[in-house]
């Protein structure tokens, strides 16, 4: 049993900024990648950003420059901040993580969080 939880949430003003967090626990081996995807309304899940144990990140287009993520391995506590925020942030935001099983170390499980809103509005 692996369980996500999702914080940092809210509303904002164009222009503001969020940190979000998540911080997983429960019965894996490792944590390989954590990331952040979002789901505006009537649109498909994106991934926002992913960050590897070393500590390489990636995002995508429409964040760069704008959302750092960054993770706490010790913790297993991933973390997305977002500054210059748009109306085009709006969204739900999901963790998700890839990680070892911790009975079968070959397999690689993937799990999702419940999701935190996040508006943009002014």
Request: aromatic share 10%; hydrophobic share 30%.
């Amino acid at each position: 049993q692996v369980q996500l939880v999702e914080s940092g949430g809210g509303s904002v003003q164009p222009g503001g900024s969020l940190r979000l967090s998540c911080a997983a626990s429960g019965s894996f081996r490792s944590i390989e990648v954590m990331g952040w995807y979002r789901q505006a309304p009537g649109e498909q899940r994106e991934l926002a950003a992913s960050i590897i144990t070393g500590g390489s990140a990636n995002y995508a287009d429409s964040v760069k420059g704008r959302f750092t993520i960054s993770r706490d391995n010790a913790k297993n506590t991933a973390y997305l901040q977002m500054n210059s925020l748009t109306p085009e942030d709006t969204a739900v935001y999901y963790c998700n993580i890839r990680a070892r099983s911790w009975e079968f170390p070959n397999l690689r499980q993937t799990y999702w969080g419940q999701g935190t809103q996040v508006t943009v509005s002014s």
